[in-house]
Nanobody, 125 residues
Framework: QVQLVESGGGSVQAGGSLRLSCVVS????????IGWFRQFPGKERERVAM????????FVADSVKGRFTISQEKAKKTVYLQMNSLKPDDAAMYYC??????????????????WGQGTQVTVSS
């Protein structure tokens, strides 16, 4: 099991930027990917971006492609979500999550085992 702590959320105006951080503690070597999800009120969590921890390959959802970037700093056990050109539609609770094991998918929220508490992002028009 790993523990994840998000930070960096806040309130920005449309067009602004935020960088979210996810610090991972525990046995990170047993995780295959770290993902960022967001959840709108009354909706299920949706995957925003994901990084395979060893290969460093990434995925970014079409809805945020070109605006959001996921990266990791292995020495700090931290995964970042850089969010630029924010829109009011991006306002949500953002979570990071880890999928354990060396095999398996990293697509849906059920593929991930450990979750942080979330960080709120608010975007005003």
């Amino acid at each position: 099991q790993v523990q994840l702590v998000e930070s960096g959320g806040g309130s920005v105006q449309a067009g602004g930027s935020l960088r979210l951080s996810c610090v991972v503690s525990g046995n990170i070597d047993r995780t295959r990917c770290i993902g960022w999800f967001r959840q709108f009120p009354g909706k299920e969590r949706e995957r925003v971006a994901m990084i395979y921890r060893l290969a460093d390959s990434t995925f970014v959802a079409d809805s945020v492609k070109g605006r959001f970037t996921i990266s990791q700093e292995k020495a700090k056990k931290t995964v970042y979500l850089q969010m630029n050109s924010l829109k009011p539609d991006d306002a949500a609770m953002y979570y990071c999550a880890a999928a354990r094991g060396t095999g398996g998918p990293c697509y849906r929220s059920i593929d991930f085992d450990d979750w942080g508490q979330g960080t709120q992002v608010t975007v005003s028009s």
